[in-house]
């Protein structure tokens, strides 16, 4: 049976926006009508997220003169959250939650932090990405309809380093490379055994997805092959490309998504910010089943969903994935704590911060630095329900406690993204914990966590 709504047109759009589908094709639009509607739109979605970013954030690019990634990248340092205007840190600090919520003083980049179009949603890459996964494979991973939006230097650095727990004495087994179908088993074939191969395999082996197919729902411009798990997590690490969680409805309360690094997943107990899911199987299988096309069983069946066999397939990629080790942390002893031989003054004094005053190890407990258990931070106590560029400012619920161990690799923050540097989360923090940090305190805080 069809339904037909002549002159319903918007209605209908209002209607799938709000059971959260992608807000795509209108029956009587083929695919050449909708890459010249969505193109001519997309230029005041990319300034409209632009400005939101300037509005909130120190965009420049100051890196700290000392801190470093794993493979080198500087690490941007700083607060980048812009304060309202008249207001220090330490006077926000001196407030009760209600009084900065009476005078709307919340700071503006800690609000959720929307997709780059998040009316329309979907996975989008950084460019870094797009640009290597196109010289190696031919893989084309660029939406016709929008762009990734953070500046590159706020991400992690790319290709990442890969640290096996199984080989340690290797070091990187990158070799500097990305890791793509193109070049997985020349660079692993002498270190992994052949199940762990054919798991990671499949970690570079593209499947259809939402955006990223051979229909003409798409947001690509030619057919596509898909997405896989290591585009967003490239080399088991992360390069911060995002999308918006498909478990959350309506579209406006869904949170964009700071896509996690899959080091240590091997001593995590929950898996997905807030779904809560137990093994790592569980994920994988979901991701493929369910997220991949925003949960909607329907499209996913049109599109080309690829049910993964659990016994085979996703028992070998979840046992390549449990592999991925955290980065080295040479001042750290075997307890997960600061070596005083070897760690610096303010790296000291922040280790008893973070284990005092700061609260942090109460839910970020060593030696990996997480409780494997959710938080719920109510931060919707400072501020008012709002509307910002097509996301709800509203209670978060509880997330996640991720891992601190070689976090300063991991930037981006929190669970959306919406802090640039760790000097960011520790004033983030201070105000929702309600810490009355010193500033001397803070800067302790940030170089011990620098450390981990």
Same mark, same amino acid.
């Given at each position: 049976?069809?339904?037909?709504?002549?002159?319903?047109?918007?209605?209908?759009?209002?209607?799938?926006?709000?059971?959260?589908?992608?807000?795509?094709?209108?029956?009587?639009e083929?695919?050449?009508?909708?890459?010249?509607?969505?193109?001519?739109?997309?230029?005041?979605?990319?300034?409209?997220?632009?400005?939101?970013?300037?509005?909130?954030?120190?965009?420049?690019?100051?890196p700290?003169?000392?801190?470093?990634?794993?493979?080198?990248?500087?690490?941007?340092?700083?607060?980048?959250?812009?304060?309202?205007?008249?207001?220090?840190?330490?006077?926000?600090?001196?407030?009760?939650?209600?009084?900065?919520?009476?005078?709307?003083?919340?700071?503006?980049?800690?609000?959720?932090?929307?997709?780059p179009?998040?009316?329309?949603?979907?996975?989008?890459?950084?460019?870094?990405?797009?640009?290597?996964?196109?010289?190696?494979?031919?893989?084309?991973?660029?939406?016709?309809?929008?762009?990734?939006?953070?500046?590159?230097?706020?991400?992690?650095?790319?290709?990442?380093?890969?640290?096996?727990?199984?080989r340690?004495?290797?070091?990187?087994?990158?070799?500097?490379?990305?890791?793509?179908?193109?070049?997985?088993?020349?660079?692993f074939?002498?270190?992994?055994?052949?199940?762990?191969?054919?798991?990671?395999?499949?970690?570079?082996?593209?499947?259809?997805?939402?955006?990223?197919?051979?229909?003409?729902?798409?947001?690509?411009?030619?057919?596509?092959?898909?997405?896989?798990?290591?585009?967003?997590?490239?080399n088991?690490?992360?390069?911060?490309?995002?999308?918006?969680?498909?478990?959350?409805?309506?579209?406006?309360?869904?949170?964009?998504?700071?896509?996690?690094?899959?080091?240590?997943?091997?001593?995590?107990r929950?898996?997905?910010?807030?779904?809560?899911?137990?093994?790592?199987?569980?994920?994988?299988?979901?991701?493929? !089943?369910? =997220?991949?096309? &925003? +949960?909607? @069983?329907? *499209?996913?069946?049109?599109? /080309?969903?690829?049910?993964?066999?659990?016994?085979?397939?996703?028992?070998?990629m979840?046992?390549f994935?449990?592999?991925?080790?955290?980065?080295?942390?040479?001042k750290?002893?075997?307890?997960?704590?600061?070596?005083?031989?070897?760690?610096?003054?303010?790296?000291?004094?922040?280790?008893?911060?973070?284990f005092?005053?700061?609260?942090?190890?109460?839910?970020h407990?060593?030696?990996?630095?997480?409780?494997?258990?959710?938080?719920?931070?109510?931060?919707?106590?400072?501020?008012?329900?709002?509307?910002?560029?097509? !996301?709800? =400012?509203?209670? &978060? +619920?509880? @997330?996640? *406690?991720?891992?601190?161990? /070689?976090?300063?690799?991991?930037?981006?923050?929190?669970?959306?993204?919406?802090?640039?540097?760790?000097?960011?989360?520790?004033?983030?923090?201070?105000?929702?914990?309600?810490?009355?940090?010193?500033?001397?305190?803070?800067?302790?805080?940030?170089?011990?966590?620098?450390?981990?």
């Amino acid at each position: 049976m069809k339904l037909k709504l002549p002159g319903c047109r918007t209605a209908v759009t209002a209607l799938l926006a709000l059971a959260g589908a992608t807000v795509a094709v209108a029956q009587d639009e083929d695919f050449g009508a909708l890459v010249k509607r969505l193109q001519s739109e997309q230029p005041a979605f990319a300034e409209r997220q632009q400005k939101l970013l300037k509005e909130r954030y120190d965009l420049s690019d100051t890196p700290d003169d000392d801190a470093k990634m794993s493979r080198g990248k500087p690490v941007q340092s700083g607060i980048r959250v812009r304060l309202p205007r008249g207001v220090t840190w330490d006077q926000l600090a001196a407030m009760t939650p209600a009084d900065v919520k009476a005078k709307n003083l919340w700071p503006a980049g800690f609000f959720p932090l929307p997709h780059p179009h998040h009316e329309a949603g979907g996975m989008i890459f950084t460019q870094v990405l797009i640009d290597e996964t196109k010289k190696q494979t031919g893989r084309d991973l660029t939406r016709f309809d929008l762009n990734f939006d953070l500046p590159q230097h706020f991400l992690p650095e790319f290709p990442a380093p890969i640290y096996l727990t199984t080989r340690p004495d290797l070091g990187d087994v990158s070799q500097g490379k990305l890791v793509s179908i193109s070049n997985y088993y020349e660079l692993f074939k002498d270190i992994l055994n052949p199940k762990q191969l054919e798991g990671l395999r499949l970690l570079v082996t593209p499947f259809p997805q939402q955006q990223f197919n051979a229909t003409d729902d798409r947001r690509s411009l030619m057919a596509h092959l898909g997405v896989s798990c290591f585009d967003c997590h490239s080399n088991g690490h992360t390069t911060a490309s995002t999308h918006t969680v498909g478990d959350i409805r309506p579209n406006e309360h869904r949170h964009r998504i700071d896509t996690p690094t899959l080091r240590g997943v091997n001593v995590q107990r929950l898996f997905g910010s807030q779904r809560a899911m137990k093994t790592i199987e569980d994920f994988t299988e979901f991701e493929q !089943r369910a =997220a991949y096309f &925003d +949960g909607d @069983i329907t *499209t996913a069946a049109k599109k /080309g969903v690829n049910p993964l066999e659990r016994g085979s397939q996703v028992h070998f990629m979840a046992e390549f994935q449990a592999l991925l080790d955290f980065p080295p942390a040479p001042k750290l002893t075997v307890f997960g704590r600061l070596d005083p031989k070897l760690a610096t003054e303010s790296e000291l004094r922040g280790e008893a911060v973070f284990f005092g005053k700061g609260q942090c190890a109460s839910c970020h407990t060593p030696p990996y630095y997480t409780d494997n258990l959710m938080h719920n931070l109510k931060v919707e106590r400072f501020f008012n329900e709002k509307m910002i560029n097509g !996301r709800k =400012a509203s209670a &978060d +619920g509880p @997330i996640k *406690t991720f891992p601190l161990r /070689g976090i300063k690799d991991s930037p981006p923050y929190l669970h959306d993204d919406r802090l640039l540097t760790l000097e960011d989360t520790v004033e983030f923090f201070n105000l929702v914990l309600e810490l009355k940090l010193t500033t001397q305190e803070k800067q302790d805080l940030t170089e011990f966590m620098r450390a981990l």
